[in-house]
C-alpha cells in the first residue's frame, strides 16, 4: 500500500521547537517532490513549504520563512519539517503531499497536482 505517514507533532509553547517526519512506504521518494501543507481550525488548508526531489530547490511560506526549515534524507525515504520559533498561529494540522513531475530528479516543487497525501499531524502552539 503506498503512503505517507506523518509523525512529530504535539503541544509546544510559544517560541519552542518542533521537528515533523513524512514517511513513505510502499514506494520511493526519490523522484518525488514533497510539499508541507497545514489547516488551522476554521481556515483552509495553506501550502508551507516544499523540497524537489533531490533537495536542490525548496521553497516557504512567507508566514514560515527564517523559521522552519525542510529537508529530506532520501535513504530513509523521509523528508522532514523543522520548526522553530513557533507561535500559536501555527497551530494546525500539517500534511505532507507527493507529487512526481516527471522522469529522473526535477528541480522543482510547489503546492498543486499533488500524487500522494498524509493523514496530518496536530501542532499545538499554546501556553
Known amino acids: 500500500q503506498l503512503q505517507l505517514v506523518e509523525s512529530g507533532g504535539g503541544l509546544v509553547q510559544p517560541g519552542g521547537s518542533l521537528r515533523l517526519s513524512c514517511a513513505a512506504s510502499?514506494?520511493?521518494?526519490?523522484?518525488?517532490?514533497i510539499a508541507w501543507f497545514r489547516q488551522a481550525p476554521g481556515k483552509g488548508r495553506e501550502g508551507v513549504s516544499c523540497?524537489?526531489?533531490?533537495?536542490?530547490?525548496?521553497n516557504y511560506a512567507d508566514s514560515v520563512k527564517g523559521r522552519f526549515t525542510i529537508s529530506r534524507d532520501n535513504a530513509k525515504n523521509t523528508v522532514y519539517l523543522q520548526m522553530n520559533s513557533l507561535k500559536p498561529e501555527d497551530t494546525g494540522v500539517y500534511y505532507c503531499?507527493?507529487?512526481?513531475?516527471?522522469?529522473?530528479?526535477?528541480?522543482?516543487?510547489?503546492?498543486?497536482?499533488?500524487?500522494?497525501w498524509g493523514k496530518g499531524t496536530l501542532v499545538t502552539v499554546s501556553s
Open positions: 503531499a507527493a507529487r512526481r513531475y516527471g522522469s529522473g530528479s526535477i528541480p522543482i516543487c510547489g503546492y498543486s497536482g499533488m500524487d500522494y
Open positions: 523540497i524537489s526531489s533531490r533537495g536542490g530547490s525548496t
Open positions: 510502499g514506494f520511493t521518494l526519490d523522484y518525488y517532490a
